[in-house]
């Protein structure tokens, strides 16, 4: 595929793959691989679910496409549906094409009601592939380094007691986008009382939450959203990968309290696929099919297996340094060499073994993203595949 710009620090391994199934890739000599990405993280319910196939028929058949003087009605269905999910009943919903647009969006509609000129996020959050928050830059954003949080000794409730919270120059900001675990991909997860102390200061200061739920939403933690982890009650809240579920469409829910800041100053925003009665309709099938298939449930079991199995490898091998995760958001880092030529071996092995991996650039981790309709054998072909790797080809290459 020489005409394709791919992404830098990535291969195109498999440039033939030629149909989906689920949880299995085939490529045009038939071989079959189970995909452990689910994609780039969006196939959250696998790859052609049914629901999502027929909901795409039926409304090509009807309406694809809308302007801003008329819709059809699946796109207010859609919405009612994904707000009353994520606990935003009464708000509003946008629909738009990505997660960075999502995001983008939600952060426009918080800087036009935030008295404030500051957002604070975390530094190891990622927000998307543009605008505000990709820049994040200093005359806009307050980015808060957590890492001596995670192990603070003391139980108090985070506060002005603390040398780090007093770098904080909270007069200054007017909301918090918050990441609520993938941490640019690496799968960290922030201390829940530090979470729920900054959530409760934006309250007390009359700043907005924001929550990033692109990566984390739609039962990919094992909660609907990764939010829930935290108890809070956001203002906005922006999906993308799982809800389209590989087709391109992600949304930005907005609270009744912000849509009321916004009234006599609304947020102008024109884009030429917002609110499309397609993407509307697959994000609907997305949803009703985690509840009515009970795949939350799911997930959570796959993801006790998964775990397990993992942890039952590092203590069998010694080759895992650590494992982070939460429902099916997993990072295995490696006990590997500097230039993560080792780690790039196994993932290598685990590939050809039928396995496909992600592994972080230039880093020793491997980042797991099942679907929540994996099946508990391919899990367990999987550990089986992983631990052969780690005693068998992680070690440097003979010397010549």
């Given amino acids: 595929m020489t005409n394709l710009l791919g992404y830098p620090g990535f291969n195109l391994d498999l440039p033939q793959i030629v149909r989906a199934e689920n949880t299995w890739l085939y490529d045009a000599q038939g071989k079959r691989y189970v995909d452990l990405e689910s994609g780039l993280w969006c196939a959250g319910i696998g790859h052609g679910h049914p629901r999502v196939i027929e909901a795409l028929t039926r409304q090509a058949g009807q309406i694809c496409h809308a302007g801003y003087s008329y819709n059809a009605p699946v796109v207010d269905e859609a919405a009612a549906e ?67 949080c995670a192990g603070c000794p003391l139980d108090r ?44 200061q934006m309250k007390k200061n009359g700043g907005w939450l924001l929550v990033n739920e692109v990566t984390t939403g739609l039962g990919r933690t094992g909660e609907w959203f990764g939010y829930q982890h935290y108890g809070l009650a956001p203002d906005v809240v922006a999906l993308g990968k799982g809800l389209g579920n590989g087709y391109p469409v992600s949304a930005a829910l907005l609270s009744p309290g912000l849509l009321a800041r916004l009234e006599a100053n609304p947020v102008h925003y024109a884009q030429s696929h917002q609110n499309d009665p397609l993407g509307a309709a697959v994000a609907l099938a997305v ?31 010694g080759k895992i340094r650590e494992i982070r995760g939460r429902g099916l958001m997993v990072a295995v880092e490696l006990t590997g060499d500097k230039d993560a030529a080792s780690t790039a071996r196994a993932r ?53």
């Fill in 82 to 148: 994904v707000l009353e999910t994520s606990g935003l009943a009464g708000g509003k919903c946008i629909f738009l094409c990505s997660g960075s647009e999502a995001v983008e969006f939600s952060i426009r509609a918080v800087r036009q009601a935030a008295s404030q000129p500051l957002l604070l996020t975390f530094t190891d959050s990622y927000f998307g592939a543009y605008g505000d928050a990709h820049r994040k830059s200093g005359d806009e954003w307050f980015l808060f380094d957590w890492a001596d």
């Fill in 287 to 317: 949803v009703r099919a985690i509840k009515e298939e009970g795949l939350i449930a799911r997930g959570r079991e796959i993801s006790r297996l998964l775990l397990e199995g993992l942890a039952d490898i590092k203590q069998a091998t």
């Fill in 157 to 200: 409730v985070c506060g002005p007691d603390c040398p780090a919270w007093q770098k904080i120059p909270l007069s200054k900001i007017g909301g918090f986008l918050f990441e609520p675990g993938s941490s640019s991909g690496l799968v960290r997860f922030p201390p829940s009382k530090l979470v729920a102390a900054l959530a409760a």
């Fill in 348 to 400: 290598r092995g685990l590939l050809a073994r039928g396995y496909i991996v992600a592994q972080r650039p230039g880093l020793n981790v491997i980042r797991l993203d099942p679907a929540l309709t994996m099946e508990r054998a391919e899990i367990a072909g999987f550990l089986s595949a992983l631990q052969q790797v780690l005693e068998q080809e992680v070690q440097p290459p003979p010397a010549a």
